[in-house]
């Protein structure tokens, strides 16, 4: 398969991602502005919240992959700002993996500094590729942080791809909700008697 063919398939699910973050964060809005979600996509909502983690580990994993992929194999040389990217993503791998194993919706609090710092230095990385004139750069002559080594559908490049990675993995994380253990005897879930002790005084 051809280095073009692999980058357009990666845009590819960079398109798709993107396109889920819209629609969540539309309906996370509307939510917000109506005081609840309607009751035809709480099911929707509950099911999202139970494949987040699976989701944020194949997330994590390809593009952890793709970029292995791009520096390895496509022999695009890693700049200093794709190594940063990296630091902030590769970790993801094994923070969803235990996350999912464990059924740990607690995974945000450790997958959203990493993702944070991510998405910013992403950000930041497109834009000294689009505007390389006007956005100061330090980083080394020998690997310019410049250079665009892929370019599809006239506005995704590799931190491009990154971006949406770093955001889709936030995004999952917070949609985190793993499948409630099954109830006891008395009808209560494990998790329902812990809320019921922490909201009393």
């Keep these: 398969m051809s280095v073009d063919a692999v980058t357009t398939f990666l845009a590819l699910l960079a ?3 993107l396109v889920f973050l819209v629609v969540t964060w539309s309906v996370a809005l509307f939510a917000k502005v109506r005081g609840g979600l309607p009751e035809s996509l709480v099911p929707l909502r509950e099911a999202f919240g139970e494949l987040a983690l699976p989701l944020g ?8 992959l793709g970029s292995l992929y791009l520096s390895e194999i496509a022999k695009f040389p890693p700049c200093e700002l794709c190594w940063y990217q990296r630091i902030c993503m590769y970790p993801n ?3 969803f993996a235990v996350a999912w194993w464990r059924r740990d919706r607690d995974v945000r609090f450790y997958v959203l500094p990493l993702v944070v710092v991510g998405a910013v230095i992403a950000t930041y990385h497109y834009l000294l590729e689009r505007f390389p004139d006007t956005v100061s750069s330090s980083c080394s002559t020998d690997i310019p942080c410049e250079t665009v080594w892929v370019w599809k559908f006239h506005f995704l490049s590799i931190p491009g791809m990154a971006w949406i990675g770093f955001l889709l993995l936030g995004t999952l994380a917070v949609l985190a909700r793993p499948r409630r253990p099954a109830a006891d005897v008395s009808g209560n879930t494990v998790d329902d008697e812990n ?7």
């Design 195 to 201: 809320d019921l002790q922490e909201a009393q005084p």
């Design 57 to 64: 580990f194949a997330v994590a994993l390809t593009t952890t």
């Design 93 to 95: 791998v094994a923070l």
């Design 15 to 17: 398109v798709l991602g």
